[in-house]
């Protein structure tokens, strides 16, 4: 450091004496950080910091023919009483439930295969599991829309092999959630897998040598290597996986639009009708804090639980 | 001897049943890319047949003529094309410098600041819906493309993954170039960013794809289908009864191919991008 200090002196030399001056003990003029936050923070206060505030005050006021009305806790107390939003609730919940411990549990499969000297040409299936990111939400869901068609679809003409009779997928309240749970797997599984796959690969060698040295079979490694040594991207994972999936809308959107009878109906969607459809903007932002609540809630609870286990 | 042998022969069974395995699920991996490729090929009333077709059909040309001439999705292409870039390049500004100003300098609101953007970054955006709408109602802004660039500029992920990668880089190398007399600005452009280059690809590319896949806050501010990305455009479509199904599946192939591009040529940039948002917190 101090060679470099006085290498460069005759550099300094030659510079004009006044900017220094400028200067403070730091080495830069004290403006300087905030020169380089400027745009991010006008940006942040703006188009973040005010719709959150905003949105809060418009969850506590109603519009009556026009006029904006201070309503108090009223938008909160219709949401505890609204079976709709109940129902939207209920339907997020299940596809959580179900979908993101199927995806996790595939993902973590797919990269010990990744991972295996066993599995041939190992780059190319890493590829073709995680090519469905690059198809956009919409995308995907007009995609999936069209293979579950009911009486021509491609999927139902595939399970006629095994013998099973046409799935009414997006016409059957049981089925159409199956099928938003089957979309969203195949979308973001391989994702998923290269996640675990990069954490997977930075498990110290010396592990599975001491434990293969102990005469640990390749399940016993697994179990007791690898699956600890996933953990930080499993945490990451869950967490995420959570978050999206609380606030999940564009799949049901394009995929079933909230249907048969709103048995897809999630809960970001119910927050779009109310919002614009019919304009209840109170409404609509009293149901964005009640989510709010909610993902900080089961987040919380997730960490609590990741934090006992170890 | 005859020990080793049964060992390889016994592994190259494995590696037999664990590929045979992994290819299986493969083709449910790529099979649907496979359909819509076929599908596009087919016009609206023969998409749907029994059995399906698997081999390329002669409507390609009509769907794709179709697409641009029946509906607006050539101008919304132009529009995401165009949003997706200004935002990527822009958005790269914004985070870098901020992320550059959280990681090398030490100022009088630097926690309270870095404090509220963790907490945005916990809080779901789709709380911000209405306000936003009322903002660009209110600046006149509805079917703008500032409407779509601006709100999001500043990310919170962008801003921390940033600020992460900037934390490494030794803080004698940027005393030792302020000695050497240059600028606040030339500093960080000429030493700073060069050596975060692998980070701000990443970055790039995860900017690139969630302004190009955005669809509910879009959808929320563009009214008028001159102004409709991508993916409004594609959703709107599927809504009217009328859509022509090849060119709806056509739009649906168009929509994924610049990721697609992304994706074949920036590989390794590009995972990392995806990687960035899971591994780097």
């Known amino acids: 450091m101090n060679t470099l200090v006085q290498s460069s002196t005759p550099a300094t030399a030659e510079k004009p004496v006044a900017p220094r001056r400028r200067r403070s003990s730091v080495g830069y003029p004290r403006i300087t950080p905030y020169l380089f936050l400027m745009p991010m923070i006008l940006l942040f206060v703006g188009f973040k910091l005010y719709p959150y505030i905003s949105a809060f005050w418009l969850s506590l006021t109603k519009n009556v023919g026009g006029e904006v009305e201070f309503a108090g806790l009223e938008n909160y107390t219709r949401l505890i009483a609204d079976p709709l939003f109940y129902k939207a609730l209920a339907n997020t919940g299940i596809i959580l439930l179900v979908q993101v411990p199927i995806m996790l549990v595939l993902a973590i499969v797919l990269a010990v295969a990744f991972n295996s000297v066993l599995l041939k040409i190992r780059s190319f299936w890493r590829t073709a599991y995680f090519v469905p990111i690059v198809m956009g939400l919409v995308a995907y869901g007009i995609l999936f829309r069209a293979l579950f068609n009911t009486n021509e679809g491609f999927v139902n003409y595939l399970i006629s092999f095994i013998g099973l009779s046409p799935i009414p997928w997006l016409g059957d309240p049981l089925w159409a959630k199956v099928s938003i749970v089957i979309a969203m797997t195949w979308h973001y599984t391989g994702q998923n897998a290269i996640i675990y796959l990069a954490q997977m690969q930075s498990i110290g060698g010396e592990l599975y040598e001491a434990a293969h040295v102990d005469g640990a079979s390749a399940w016993q490694r697994f179990w007791h290597v690898t699956l600890p040594g996933l953990r930080p991207a499993i945490v990451l994972t869950v967490i995420l996986s959570t978050i999206g999936t609380l606030q999940l809308f564009d799949e049901p959107y394009v995929l079933t639009n909230g249907g048969p009878d709103n048995a897809t109906l999630t809960v970001g969607m119910y927050l779009y009708q109310n919002g614009f459809k019919f304009f209840d903007f109170g409404y609509a932002s009293a149901i964005g804090y009640a989510l709010t609540i909610i993902i900080g809630v089961i987040s919380l609870i997730q960490l609590r639980l990741f934090k006992e286990k170890s | ?281």
């Open chain 2, 1 to 281: 001897m005859s020990n080793t042998n049964i060992v390889v022969r016994k592994s190259r069974g494995r590696s037999l049943v664990l590929t045979t395995a992994i290819a299986a699920g493969a083709v449910f991996m790529v099979l649907p890319f496979y359909w819509l490729l076929i599908a596009t090929t087919y016009g609206a009333h023969d998409i749907f047949a029994t059995p399906p077709h698997f081999l390329p059909g002669p409507a390609f040309v009509e769907n794709f003529v179709g697409l641009f001439r029946d509906t607006m999705f050539g101008r919304s292409m132009v529009n995401s094309l165009f949003v997706s870039t200004t935002y990527t390049a822009l958005g790269l500004i914004v985070c870098t410098a901020a992320g550059y100003a959280f990681a090398k300098f030490k100022f009088r609101g630097q926690n309270l600041l870095f404090g509220a953007l963790l907490v945005t970054l916990a809080l779901p955006s789709q709380v911000t819906l209405v306000p936003l709408f009322q903002i660009m109602v209110n600046l006149g802004w509805l079917d703008s493309y500032q409407a779509l660039i601006l709100p999001n500029l500043a990310l919170p992920f962008g801003i921390f993954l940033m600020k992460q990668t900037m934390s490494t880089i030794p803080d004698e190398m940027i005393q030792a170039a302020r000695i050497d007399g240059a600028g606040e600005f030339r500093v960080f452009s000429q030493i700073v960013l060069p050596t975060v280059r692998p980070a701000l690809s990443a970055l790039a590319i995860f900017l690139f794809l969630a302004q190009w896949n955005d669809f509910v806050y879009p959808l929320v501010v563009l009214r008028s289908p001159e102004s409709y990305t991508v993916p409004v455009a594609l959703a709107s479509l599927q809504g009217i009864g009328t859509t022509d199904y090849g060119q709806l599946l056509m739009g649906t192939m168009l929509s994924m191919l610049p990721v697609l591009i992304l994706f074949l040529f920036l590989q390794r940039q590009f995972v990392a991008g995806i990687l960035a948002g899971a591994v780097k917190q």
